[in-house]
Nanobody, 114 residues
């Protein structure tokens, strides 16, 4: 059974920064492709950033240059560093792990507002 627990969501002013964390309770974490998704009210869930088992990263266009995904295989952690936050980044952010099957965390709320 894979368990993902996100943390780090908060209320932040535009232009601010947050670091989201995802703790994975899983064996062989290094074999999982990890991603961050987000879902804003009334919108579909969208892929924000992904990191492969080899450390290759991809980002949705709207966050390129502002967000950075990283992973710590020794501690079963994945992070999303978010800088220069905008009101349109407001959403619930979900951690996703994939190795054949997909697994989701419960989400953490990020609100960008003055």
């Amino acid at each position: 059974q894979v368990q993902l627990v996100e943390s780090g969501g908060d209320l932040v002013q535009p232009g601010g920064s947050l670091r989201l964390s995802c703790a994975a309770s899983v064996t062989l974490f290094r074999l999982y492709a990890m991603s961050w998704y987000r879902q804003a009210p009334g919108k579909q869930r969208e892929l924000v950033a992904a990191i492969t088992i080899g450390g290759v990263t991809t980002y949705t266009e709207s966050v390129k240059g502002r967000f950075t995904i990283s992973r710590d295989n020794a501690n079963n952690m994945v992070y999303l560093q978010m800088n220069s936050l905008k009101p349109e980044d407001t959403a619930v952010y979900y951690c996703n792990a994939k190795l054949g099957h997909e697994y989701w965390g419960q989400g953490t709320q990020v609100t960008v507002s003055s």
